[in-house]
């Protein structure tokens, strides 16, 4: 067994997480909520590994995830949201639950418009959980659409 598979959390409760977005977390993992997720804090808070975490405590290996690693000059284009569909359309064929993880999401820059009506028009088939360390950078629209944690 690999190290990371032996000593990575396998559950909310093996990680320290302030109680209110702890119940959060566990409404995500039972499905009573099913927002997108933007979750904020400084360097080695378990961001990253929280966003990893919930979609396989929500469905077991029934997901796909797509992980983004933001950068300045990532582009959430039409050609980028095109081959996400089309991963969402497969996904729910194959009967999947779909997850764009994205690290560092205030990286993406302001003119996101298109990156918005496509997370509306596809609520409810894709998650979408970012990780940030300043939620304020993250454009107004975005974060509106997501619950921040």
């Given at each position: 067994m690999a190290f990371n598979d032996k000593y990575d959390p396998q559950t909310l409760d093996d990680l320290v997480i302030e109680s209110n977005n702890k119940m959060v977390l566990e409404m995500m993992v039972?499905?009573?909520?099913s927002d997108h997720l933007i979750l904020e804090g400084t360097n080695g808070t378990a961001k990253s590994t929280i966003a990893k975490l919930l979609p396989k405590l929500r469905h077991g290996q029934d997901y796909d995830i797509e992980h983004v690693k933001g950068h300045s000059g990532l582009v959430i284009d039409e050609n980028l949201l095109d081959q996400w569909q089309n991963i969402q359309a497969w996904s729910r064929i194959a009967?999947?639950?779909?997850?764009?993880?994205?690290?560092?999401?205030d990286t993406l820059?302001?003119?996101?418009?298109l990156f918005w009506q496509w997370l509306d028009e596809w609520r409810?088939?894709?998650t979408l959980i970012g990780t940030t360390n300043k939620v304020m950078a993250i454009p107004?629209?975005?974060?509106?659409?997501a619950k921040v944690l």
């Amino acid at each position: 067994m690999a190290f990371n598979d032996k000593y990575d959390p396998q559950t909310l409760d093996d990680l320290v997480i302030e109680s209110n977005n702890k119940m959060v977390l566990e409404m995500m993992v039972k499905g009573l909520l099913s927002d997108h997720l933007i979750l904020e804090g400084t360097n080695g808070t378990a961001k990253s590994t929280i966003a990893k975490l919930l979609p396989k405590l929500r469905h077991g290996q029934d997901y796909d995830i797509e992980h983004v690693k933001g950068h300045s000059g990532l582009v959430i284009d039409e050609n980028l949201l095109d081959q996400w569909q089309n991963i969402q359309a497969w996904s729910r064929i194959a009967g999947r639950a779909q997850y764009i993880m994205i690290d560092e999401i205030d990286t993406l820059g302001n003119n996101l418009s298109l990156f918005w009506q496509w997370l509306d028009e596809w609520r409810g088939h894709v998650t979408l959980i970012g990780t940030t360390n300043k939620v304020m950078a993250i454009p107004r629209a975005l974060r509106s659409r997501a619950k921040v944690l």
